[in-house]
């Protein structure tokens, strides 16, 4: 994916929004709430199209400055007739900074509230898909950061209506091209319109050519016309909604637990079962844990995951008063020179904002720090550590009314029914029922049945706990060989060890030892004179899937992947899974919960549709099981 290149904020001499880039002006001078509400509102037939509805979805193919989202938002709020959930997918080659929306915004004080809340949740300027919350996550703005002309195919969406915006053809004939058109047909839902206000020939033959029946329509202000169109296709809805909203999902671990609040949030009910007496008491279980990304100079699929999943994570941990954490900022050391290169390569061919990342020489890194360091390396200033016991709780009871934890409650089997699923005991009763059940019990999955086939394995880490006087006071999240977390209750982590086909429960001194001599190979003088035989710590079962990705999606029928795509096997109906997180638990939880959502619900995906299929169960039935990949390990 291209770097970023953000738009730069010009006005006319009369002060409309101008791009010099592009020799056009972002919105009519005659006024642009008006233009708004005239052409893409009124050229929709809305608000009368949502009114009633379950689910409506927008999609538009410029934002600009948010012109039209603000005009649709607060219409949308107005409505006492509303649709229960509002999606707007947005994209936008050139996104503006929250700092010259700020500025622009002010010369609409009608939507001066609006306009606050999404300064306040503007997200960095990295490229991708950035998924923000509004009233009571009623309504969820989906940005697409990158050029509509390849990331409109990226998209997976059933759309009721399309926002034509952008500058004009004779500016930037990319963005109305025949193909472009096409596009749009591929998501149309049934009945879906759209609006523009260009009238161009072209643009009206490739609509017509993509099954869009046309009408002009008086245009705003001095524009004589506009155009409207209704997609004529009758084919069904692709992303019908759920018939029942009720799930039962296993594990109360990171995983589990994000799922069941994603869920709870959506209106959806929810048993949640854990076979231990509390939430994350497995691979969940650290004191602390690491959050930040894992960049890499080709912005490869990891790349891109693990960013998406840091920014939703820290979306989610902002929404969880009770949820425990610190962005005191992570600093992962180069292993050595050539590393540092790669490194410092990296973030120069990205281009991501410092906000997100940097590369820092080995005096600022010390500086960081607060200890003397011998190479520089990586700096995520959002970056922090996160104690996942406390946002399982956070996640758990933050929608009471919606979700029912049984603790104590070990699932011997599941079994398909008539309708649904049901969750049983080892006597043979019956623990929950439900349409939906989706695995999220770590490296417990594999001991039932319909996931035993999966290529997930356990892998045993150990971490270890010093005091806080044993070792020098940290700044910050340290990582190169291993890691070291600043002090938390009272306790320094550090770690973490990995070893699969090992499945010993208790603490090995050795493993504190390696801890340890890690650790030193940063600091040399880190926790002097500290025998190893003296610490405590934790010892945890991380799900690994052999490609270092998560598990996500409906669970395909093994043997069903003959001559058959990814997106084309059979499924079992009803059954889910968030697995394979691995030591990303922090990271991949809120993101994956996410994706779930929306499958269950046919709602636009917060990922790209090749991320989606990187993630899919069928993967490993349709090219056999991908090859083990190297990966660095951190605390979960």
Not at 304 to 328: E, H, I, M, Q, V
Request: contains cysteine; proline residues 7%; hydrophobic residues 45%.
């Amino acid at each position: 994916m291209l770097k970023l290149q953000p738009a730069r904020l010009e006005f006319t001499a009369d002060g409309t929004p101008f791009s010099a880039e592009f020799g056009d002006v972002y919105h009519s001078v005659h006024g642009g709430p008006a233009q708004a509400r005239h052409v893409f509102l009124g050229g929709n037939d809305l608000p009368q199209r949502w009114q009633g509805r379950q689910r409506f979805v927008i999609l538009e193919t410029g934002f600009g400055l948010g012109l039209n989202f603000l005009a649709t938002w607060q219409a949308w709020r107005s409505d006492p007739q509303r649709c229960r959930r509002l999606h707007f997918v947005s994209l936008e080659k050139h996104p503006f900074t929250a700092a010259d929306l700020a500025i622009a915004h002010r010369a609409w004080p009608e939507f001066a509230a609006l306009a606050e809340r999404l300064q306040a949740r503007w997200p960095a300027l990295t490229p991708g898909m950035h998924r923000l919350y509004f009233e009571d996550d009623q309504l969820v703005l989906t940005l697409v950061f990158g050029d509509a002309t390849t990331q409109l195919r990226a998209i997976d969406a059933s759309v009721d209506a399309y926002y034509l915006d952008g500058f004009s053809p004779a500016r930037n004939p990319e963005l109305w091209t025949a193909q472009l058109c096409k596009g749009l047909a591929r998501m149309a839902a049934p009945g879906a319109t759209l609006a523009t206000w260009s009238v161009a020939g072209e643009l009206r033959t490739a609509l017509a050519a993509a099954e869009f029946d046309l009408e002009k329509r008086p245009g705003f202000a001095g524009k004589r016309q506009m155009l409207a169109g209704r997609f004529r296709s009758r084919r069904p809805e692709r992303r019908p909604l759920p018939v029942e909203r009720r799930a039962i999902v296993i594990g109360a671990g990171i995983a589990g637990s994000s799922t069941a609040h994603r869920l709870a949030s959506a209106g959806w009910q929810v048993s949640v079962l854990e076979q231990a007496a509390a939430p994350a008491t497995a691979a969940s279980s650290n004191i602390a844990g690491m959050l930040r990304p894992l960049p890499s100079a080709d912005d490869n699929r990891l790349s891109r995951l693990t960013r998406a999943g840091f920014l939703a994570a820290r979306n989610l941990l902002t929404s969880l008063p009770d949820a425990r954490w610190s962005a005191c900022g992570v600093l992962h050391l180069a292993r050595e020179t050539e590393h540092a290169a790669q490194q410092r390569r990296a973030v120069e061919q990205l281009g991501w904002p410092p906000e997100v990342v940097q590369f820092v020489d080995a005096d600022e890194a010390s500086r960081r720090l607060g200890q003397t360091v011998k190479i520089g390396g990586w700096w995520f200033p959002g970056g922090g550590w996160v104690q996942p016991p406390s946002v399982c709780r956070a996640a758990l009871t933050a929608f009471p009314d919606h979700v029912a934890v049984r603790f104590s409650t070990r699932v011997d089997r599941i079994e398909q029914v008539a309708g649904g699923w049901h969750a049983l005991a080892a006597d043979g009763s019956l623990l929950a029922e439900a349409p939906v059940l989706v695995m999220a019990s770590g490296a417990a999955a594999p001991r039932f049945a319909q996931f035993a086939w999966l290529p997930q394995r356990s892998g045993r880490g150990q971490v270890s706990h010093l005091p806080p006087t044993a070792s020098p006071a940290l700044e910050t999240v340290l990582f190169q060989v291993g890691y070291a977390m600043p002090e938390v209750d009272g306790v320094r982590l550090i770690g973490a060890s990995l070893s699969y086909e090992d499945e010993e429960v208790d603490e090995r001194v050795a493993d504190h030892a390696d801890n340890l001599a890690r650790l030193r190979l940063t600091l040399p003088d880190f926790a002097t004179g500290i025998d190893p035989a003296t610490l405590s710590g934790r010892v945890g079962f991380r799900p690994m899937s052999p490609d270092r990705l998560p598990i996500v999606g409906a669970m395909p029928l093994p043997g069903g992947a003959a001559n058959r795509r990814l997106r084309d096997l059979p499924v079992t109906p009803g059954l889910w899974c968030v697995q394979g997180f691995g030591a990303r638990g922090i990271v991949w939880s809120a993101l994956m919960a996410d994706l779930l959502l929306s499958r269950l619900e046919g709602e636009p995906l917060p990922l790209e549709n090749d991320l989606v299929d990187a993630l899919n169960p069928g993967r490993f039935l349709v090219r056999g099981q991908p090859p083990e990949t190297a990966g660095e390990e951190e605390s979960s």
